[in-house]
């Protein structure tokens, strides 16, 4: 909503009700340039895979009609960008998903080891088709961050799954947890890599809706460019944080860090110190 002028007419210039109205202008312009950005982007996002579909489902009618080869590999092509588009709008709804939910602070108490198990469990597979082996090393007593389970699932499947996709093949995926002092206590979560890593200049863009370093590789890996924007909105949801490290030629790291859920945490190992 914009700023509207009620009242006696401003004084001057520098009338700070003035300014108010100028600034606030300004951001709302903002906002817009940028809703019609991403409303840009995502449509093209999805408009490539379906010219693409609406393309071959044309060849199929003419010129492949009685050509039985022809005709299964281009319903393998349509498959895969009807897969795709199936990505792209999945991503766009969690992404939406969570930006409603931005107010909401989750408070359950979450165990991270169990979230980090449950996403080396999902992703076994996917790391054993490239050859990788995803190694978890866990907390050593159950930890707990106020949070929300799904989110968090989502957060680490994002992260791990980039290191595989991106990840040197035959290489190793590390899930290292750990505690980081300071004013209040974190939990971290380091997500490692050994692939080609990431030029320092994208660093701090990679959070961004669709920003990829190299749109074409993203793309045959099954990327959609939203994954580190989710992680982004959740980890902010959880008052986290993400930190990118990368050595081009040797790999990446990106490190989670989660405010601790001091009580649960003490309760549990208390309890579990019980005889
Ligand atoms: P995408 O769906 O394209 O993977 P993300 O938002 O998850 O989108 O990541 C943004 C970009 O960051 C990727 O396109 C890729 O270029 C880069 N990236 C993310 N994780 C890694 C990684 N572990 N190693 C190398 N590059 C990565």
Redesign the pocket.
Known sequence: ATVSWIGPPAAGPNDPAIFVFLRDLTEQERIGQMRADFVANASHELKTPLASVLGFIETLRGPAREDEKAREEFLGVMAREAERMKRVINDLLSLSRVEMKAHLRPTDPVEINEVLDYVRGSLERLAAERGISIDLQPLDGPAYVPGEREGLIQVFE?LVN??I???REGGFVRIVAGREGGKEPMLSVAVI?N????SEEHLPR?TERF????VA??RDRG???????IVKHVLNRHRGQLRIA?KPGEG?R?TVLLPEHEQASAETQDAGSLP
């Open positions: 994002n980039n290191a996709k991106y990840g890599d692939g080609p890593g990431i990679l920003y990829r370093v190299n590789d993203s990327g959609t460019g939203l994954g580190l924007s990368s990446s990106f």
